[in-house]
């Protein structure tokens, strides 16, 4: 009793001793999947307790034990793939409750423990291949999962496999690798997988065994690795369990294999027979196979086939007891370059025949189908797509006695070019001429068709009138816009990705009577408003046809700034979509802002401003000319004064002025003043503003005659604008003006603007003409002496 609490003591320490050295795995994205792999790890290192997935695969990892993984109940997938595996402590997995996906392969697990998995309800799939059992443990391991979908088991060690190895597993999609009866109990079984290599290369008996127990006829079988060159007597033992679809994978065989083969399930209801992968030892001598019944057999598919010595494999033409009864055949990818005429005959119930991906010609084509006699009356599908045709009128000539033909698939093909006219099947509806190098089309395409898929050649244009048409595809082509919708009454899907289309509308795809599905993503879209407005409708269901592809594959290849951008979610301001309403409405705004602008401009005076700044521009323009004023001065003043009051100035103050006069007093005899009126003085055809600026210019001084009609007066103000420059103006100074009031008239009269005039005003004295008359002498005295004193100063 102490020599064992001893030596669970040293267990426990060295247990702790290998906690103490766990290390660190902190590779896990967003996601919660931590990537450990490949990281040298001698024990499972810690890692969060959120994570969803752990992969450990190729470490170093020989033990995992029972607290390795405890916290990890949100855990999903563990896998520990390719590492030194050899010890698993029986209560290891029992935290991880939400466990879907478990990977032990690749280790060194001698034994299978039933305790792993007690508490793995939520397990759905779970790989234990290449592990060194002999068996899968002394009672079932597998009996609380009973989510498990898919199980892979087995290895080098592995020799039987009993009854009840795999109960409490009902409901398996597949099986990869067993005494008798194991499977007897699951079901439904989708599938079964055998991959026979290692002991089982010759101990077919498991085989035998495993499709013994599929008692239902519809799950296939599926054997990998194969190698049929001894016999396979176990097989007839499968075939008369109903078995009725069996695949072959990497299948190596012999003569004798084939022999052995065929008389193993003679008679029996095998429908399918698939082999992928397939290498010829033999000659093909199978004739003493000759006698067995295979009238069961609907199918044969042959794929990726060798013929290791070709040039010494015989004829087929043995095989007539085989060949007569399957209505479908497929030899895909296995250098085939001519089927002899002679073999064409044997398939007598032929209704489907795939050569695609070989070596056929235009030549050994004509041979294969018998010059086009119509060998194979039978036949509706024919593919001969990945093959070296080059004749399109050849094609249509072999095929058109095929009263039956419906498909006809001949894509991956050298085809430049289409004939003016073909012959067809009457009954021919589906046409494939997909990737090969056609430039146009012609009327040699059949007017039955209704579907025809002209992807990824070179067409420009498609214009052909096809009425039965149902689908069109023309994805990868060089078309700019949608083919005429009216040459296809019945088109219901239009495939036209990957081409040069910049836009369609709505009347484009109303001219399609019937479409529903439209294609036509990856193209170098124009993204203007209507296209933009009809796509983004299409897309939320508001149009007839439905965008099949998704709004992500319709981008924006222009404008440059909509690059990259996905048509269905650009926002296109109003000032690009409606462009003359928006012009409109600006010029609207524009000028309804404009009309304030000036009514406002009018109120402050700023037209006035204006004017000054004109005025003052021009002014200085003519500097030269007011150096020489003194020379160009013609007038003693310039009267300034409204029409109303034009006869005070005629008849008082140009007789007074103008007329010469007595002696008033004065030690002289007064000259004389020269006056200038607007009626009389100013140059007729000129514009006024030149005549009065010109005026004022040439005048010493300007009299303005103030009175309401003056101030009411719009040629007066413009006069008195200029008057109110030149006080501005320094080489005049302020008694440039005189201002004589007819009436009464205070400065509050006078417009605001004219602060320097209302300064004056306010400061200057000025004339008023005197009511009474006897006062009138000493007025027009004070007048005359204001101008020659302007003379007097000046000379």
Not at 126 to 134: F, K, R
Not at 427 to 437: D, E, F, G, H, V
Not at 533 to 556: N, R, T
Not at 761 to 776: A, C, D, G, K
Request: proline letters at 4%; charged letters at 20%.
């Amino acid at each position: 009793m102490e020599l064992l609490t001893n030596l669970y003591l040293l267990l426990f320490l060295s247990f702790a001793m290998c906690r103490g050295q766990r290390s660190s795995c902190d590779r896990c994205d967003p996601r919660l999947a931590c990537n450990c792999s490949h990281a040298g790890y001698t024990l499972v290192p810690t890692v969060t307790d959120r994570a969803l997935t752990l992969d450990l695969s190729f470490n170093d990892i020989a033990v995992v034990t029972g607290g390795d993984l405890t916290g990890h109940e949100k855990l999903r997938i563990l896998i520990l793939h390719c590492n030194r595996l050899s010890e698993i402590h029986p209560t290891a997995f029992d935290s991880l409750w939400s466990l879907e996906q478990l990977d032990l392969s690749d280790n060194q697990l001698t034994a299978i423990n039933h305790r792993w998995f007690s508490n793995l309800g939520a397990l759905q799939e779970l790989n234990l291949l290449h592990n060194p059992y002999s068996c899968l443990g002394s009672r079932p391991v597998l009996q609380m999962l009973v989510r498990l979908r898919r199980l892979m088991f087995g290895g080098p060690a592995l020799e039987e496999l009993r009854r009840g190895d795999l109960s409490g597993v009902s409901q398996l999609e597949e099986l990869t690798v067993y005494e008798s009866g194991a499977l007897a109990d699951v079901w439904p079984l989708g599938r079964v997988t055998l991959s026979l290599h290692g002991p089982f290369l010759t101990n077919l008996a498991l085989a035998s065994d495993v499709i013994r127990d599929v008692s239902y006829p519809e799950t296939p079988i599926i054997l990998k690795d194969l190698h049929l060159n001894q016999s396979i007597q176990p097989f007839r033992e499968m075939a008369r369990r109903r078995v009725r679809k069996i695949t072959f994978c990497n299948l190596s065989v012999s003569d004798k294999g084939i022999v052995d083969f065929l008389e193993a399930v003679d008679g029996e209801p095998i429908t399918s027979l698939f082999m992928d992968g397939v290498t010829l030892i033999g000659e093909g001598r199978w004739e003493s196979a000759r006698f067995t019944d295979h009238k069961n057999i609907d199918e044969f598919f042959l794929r990726n086939v060798v013929v290791l010595n070709v040039f010494q494999f015989t004829s087929l033409l043995q095989l007539g007891f085989l060949l007569q009864y399957p209505r479908k055949v497929s030899i895909i990818n296995s250098q085939v370059f001519v089927m002899p005429c002679a073999t064409t005959h044997l398939l007598l119930n032929l209704q489907y025949l795939d050569l695609s991906d070989n070596l056929l010609t235009d030549l050994t084509l004509t041979e294969t189908l018998c010059n086009g006699d119509g060998t194979l009356k039978d036949l509706r599908v024919l593919n001969v797509s990945g093959n070296a045709l080059k004749s399109l009128s050849t094609v249509s000539r072999l095929v058109t006695n095929l009263s039956k033909l419906t498909h006809l698939d001949v894509s991956r093909n050298g085809f430049i070019s289409m004939p003016g006219g073909c012959s067809w099947p009457s009954t021919l509806q589906y046409l494939n001429i997909s990737w090969a190098k056609l430039t146009t089309v012609s009327p040699c395409l059949p007017k039955t068709l209704e579907v025809l898929d002209l992807s990824n050649n070179d067409l420009k244009a498609f214009i052909l009138n096809l009425p039965s048409l149902r689908e069109l595809h023309l994805s990868g082509n060089k078309l700019q816009s949608l083919p005429p919708g009216w040459m296809f009454p019945n088109l219901q899907t239009l495939t036209i990705q990957s081409n040069t289309l910049n836009m369609f509308t709505r009347s484009d795809l109303q001219a399609y009577p019937r479409l529903q599905d439209l294609w036509a993503g990856q193209n170098k879209f124009v993204c203007s408003c209507d296209f933009v407005y009809f796509l983004q409708s299409a897309i939320k269901g508001g149009e007839d046809v439905h965008l099949s592809d998704g709004e992500d594959a319709y981008v924006c290849d222009s404008p440059l700034y909509l690059q990259g951008d996905p048509a269905g979610r650009v926002r296109l301001s109003v000032v690009v979509c409606r462009r003359v309403l928006f012009v409109s409405v600006s010029c609207v705004v524009a000028l309804i802002i404009g009309v304030l602008v000036c009514v406002l401009l009018w109120r402050l005076h700023a037209f006035w401003y204006l004017r000054m700044m004109w005025a003052w521009l021009k002014a200085k323009r003519s500097s030269r000319r007011r150096q020489r004023r003194e020379e160009l001065l013609s007038y003693d003043a310039f009267v300034s004064y409204s029409e109303r009051d034009a006869s005070w100035v005629e008849n008082f103050l140009v007789p007074e002025l103008e007329e010469p006069r007595e002696n008033d007093g004065d030690s002289l005899n007064p000259r004389p003043l020269t006056l200038c009126l607007h009626k009389r003085d100013f140059l007729p055809g000129h514009w006024i503003v030149d005549n009065i600026m010109s005026a004022m210019e040439r005048s010493r001084r300007t009299v303005f005659i103030l009175s309401e009609n003056f101030v009411q007066s719009e040629w007066c103000r413009y006069e008195l604008d200029f008057s109110h420059f030149q006080l501005f103006d320094g080489e005049t100074g302020s008694d440039a003006a005189l201002l004589i009031l007819l009436e009464p008239l205070s400065k509050d009269d006078i417009p605001k603007r004219f602060c320097k005039l209302r300064k004056l005003m306010s400061s200057t004295t000025y004339l008023e003409w005197p009511q009474e008359e006897e006062r009138s002498g000493e007025f027009w005295r004070k007048v005359r002496n204001a101008l020659r004193d302007e003379e007097e100063e000046e000379g």
